[in-house]
């Protein structure tokens, strides 16, 4: 098989092109901005020959929110001390989208000096990180080896660097609000769990012992009675406390897949509850990780829905997998409600949450339910053979 970096002419191998290329598939597999920022500094030196490279990333109140060196020892970045400011040439390629080149840093008017331990450097090149017409952030080149200074292919090369990490950045910069999106989400629903269940239950608790010490003397039949119940109030907290610590526990879609991971929740829903829940499954292929995410996610959602609120009795969760679609239900044959009544959505029943999941894969969910007829919550999402 033909090299696609040797040159068609003479043969030879263009290292500059392999490591531009494993540069850029390295950065594009990072979803975090701290690795990208790094795995692109190092690339940046590599490329154009730097003997030291760094990259900072501006906070905009005049200092760096990040500032990223490759080529300087733990030792010396420690002596060097804090994070340097964004004025001269740092500051100047934040402020001016075309590249710098220099032979020598010391002789530009905008040059300030370093800092008593940090290394001399002499030759410089500058390029600015544009992403949808702002600067994002530079790398910044110093000491060409084996040349006076940087040429232009040097320049060219970083440029092209500079154009994939503004991508790159971007793309870690989504990926983690996403994933503090999600956090944020999963937060403020298991604080909803605590509220509407585990403190409710300890309320009654805290009430039905004071009732017990104050029947204890006048009647102290009636405080037995208060007595167990606040036992029975007791044991179904820690039930409940039990649920939402599993929950807490990140469940192993990844490695296990969502057919065991969704066998060990419902097996934990069977001991902490003692319900009869049955799982049936057809077809248990591997989908895609943030479609076996949304479809577990759903899948607790609508069980804790049966368990808390539908007093069911029995309840089922199938899921089917064919050649385009998965199809999962999770149906109880508990008291039932009118899916379209008005306040229904403030129950907080999490429909709306399980709905944006279906549409976020590209399918559907839908609800059929009655009063004192049960409940069937069904997904459908399309997937790949």
Not at 251 to 263: N, Q
Not at 289 to 297: G, K, P, S, T
Request: net charge negative.
């Amino acid at each position: 098989m033909a090299d696609p970096f040797a040159c068609p002419v003479c043969g030879s191998d263009h290292l500059a092109f392999r490591v531009m290329n494993e540069a850029v598939l390295a950065i594009a597999a990072e979803r975090s901005v701290e690795p990208v920022l790094r795995r692109m500094v190092d690339a940046a030196r590599e490329l154009a020959g730097a003997r030291y490279a760094a990259l900072g990333i501006p906070d905009g109140a005049g200092g760096f929110a990040q500032f990223i060196a490759s080529g300087i020892t733990d030792d010396q970045s420690e002596a060097i001390g804090r994070l340097p400011r964004t004025h001269g040439l740092l500051g100047a390629m934040l402020e001016d989208p075309a590249p710098f080149r220099i032979p020598d840093i010391r002789r530009d008017p905008r040059f300030r000096g370093w800092p008593s331990k940090h290394p001399a450097m002499k030759s410089f090149l500058g390029v600015p990180i544009v992403s949808r017409g702002a600067i994002i952030g530079a790398l910044y080149l110093t000491d060409k080896e084996g040349a006076p200074e940087f040429d232009a292919t040097d320049q060219q090369l970083v440029e092209m660097l500079a154009t994939h990490a503004a991508i790159a950045i971007e793309d870690a910069r989504l990926s983690e609000r996403s994933a503090e999106l999600t956090v944020m989400q999963e937060r403020n629903r298991l604080a909803r769990e605590l509220h509407d269940s585990v403190t409710q239950t300890l309320f009654s608790a805290v009430y039905t012992a004071e009732a017990a010490a104050t029947l204890l003397e006048r009647d102290p039949s009636a405080a037995a009675a208060e007595v167990r119940d606040l036992q029975k109030l007791s044991r179904q907290a820690v039930q409940e406390m039990r649920s939402l610590i599993f929950e807490l526990r990140p469940a192993e879609l990844e490695s296990d897949g969502l057919v065991p991971t969704l066998r060990k929740h419902v097996d934990v829903l069977r001991r902490v509850y003692g319900a009869e829940v049955e799982l049936c499954v057809n077809g248990d292929r591997r989908l895609p990780v943030v479609a076996e995410r949304e479809l577990f996610r759903v899948a607790q959602e609508a069980l804790q829905n049966c368990l808390k609120h539908a007093r069911a009795t029995a309840i089922t969760v199938e899921l089917r997998t064919e050649d385009h679609r998965t199809v999962m239900t999770v149906s109880d044959d508990g008291i039932g409600f009118d899916p379209h009544a008005p306040h229904v959505r403030s129950r907080h029943l999490g429909l709306t949450s399980m709905e944006e999941r279906a549409q976020s894969l590209g399918g559907h969910l839908g609800i059929r339910s009655a009063p004192g007829e049960g409940t069937v919550v069904f997904m459908e999402v399309p997937v790949a053979r």
